[in-house]
């Protein structure tokens, strides 16, 4: 079993930048890929990031070039560096561990870009 803390969310101007964390706690955590999702307002969620536990990674189109992902295994944790943000990237984020059946979500971290 795996269990998710995000932090790192808050208020932000447009260009500017945070880093997200999801600290892990389960001795699955260096064997999973882990995800970062976002879900806007009314929206779906989204996939925004993936690291594999190879360190490879994946990203959406709408982030490339300004979203990094990473993980520190000594520490358990996954990053999710943000930079030049724009009004569009306001979400809440999450990050998910997909390790069957169903996968762990963390609860989630609100991001909020101002104009």
């Known amino acids: 079993q795996v269990h998710l803390v995000e932090s790192g969310g808050g208020l932000v101007q447009a260009g500017g930048s945070l880093r997200l964390s999801c600290a892990a706690s389960?001795?699955?955590?260096?064997?999973?890929?882990i995800d970062w999702y976002r879900q806007a307002p009314g929206k779906q969620r989204e996939l925004v990031a993936s690291i594999t536990s190879n360190r490879g990674t994946n990203y959406a189109d709408s982030v490339k070039g300004r979203f990094t992902i990473s993980r520190d295994n000594v520490k358990n944790t996954v990053y999710l560096q943000m930079n030049s943000l724009k009004p569009e990237d306001t979400a809440v984020y999450y990050c998910?561990?997909?390790?069957?059946?169903?996968?762990?979500w963390g609860q989630g971290t609100q991001v909020t870009v101002s104009s």
């Open positions: 389960g001795s699955s955590f260096r064997l999973s890929a």
């Open positions: 998910r561990a997909p390790i069957p059946p169903t996968g762990y």
